[in-house]
């Protein structure tokens, strides 16, 4: 078993526990969204709303089945790095790609099975997202914060 493994393995369990929990929980929501498609959480704050997005991230308008190539491609991309390169990369690492990899492929099978991705969390005056876009983005800052605090050339 390699050291990275032995080392975190507390925290590489407790990590896929947290990421399958999202992805089950983002799940259940989305169909709940669907039987139920409004609901108050927070007055004036957070609601709980069914939208069916048909663009890409911040309802930024690319739509279509080239769409749905691309973040194919990307998930592929990201799957064969984490796989490629697993001994070499520290346990934030391989988490934050994991959560990235999670997010993309629930918001892929919404694409694949609706034609758009469903939202549910309205975050009154700012957008609607859901769990999937809670891993991307979460996965993202912590890719990013472990590039700039880690030394150049240092991967582990």
Known sequence: MNK?????????IA????LAIFFLSDRLLKYL???????????????????????????LPLEGPWLNIIISLII???????????SQLNSLTIFSLAAIIIGALSNLSDRLFYGFVIDYLDLS???IFNLADVLIVGGTICLFWE???RPAGNQS
């Open 15 to 18: 990590g896929f526990l947290t």
């Open 147 to 149: 590039s700039i605090k």
């Open 76 to 86: 592929a991309l990201l799957v064969f790095y984490l796989f490629r390169f697993y």
């Open 33 to 59: 969204s669907l039987k139920e498609p409004s609901l108050v959480l927070i007055p004036k704050l957070l609601n709980f709303n069914f939208f069916a997005n048909k663009n890409i991230a911040f309802s």
């Open 4 to 12: 990275l493994l032995r080392k975190n393995k507390i925290f590489n």
């Open 125 to 127: 005056r700012f957008t």
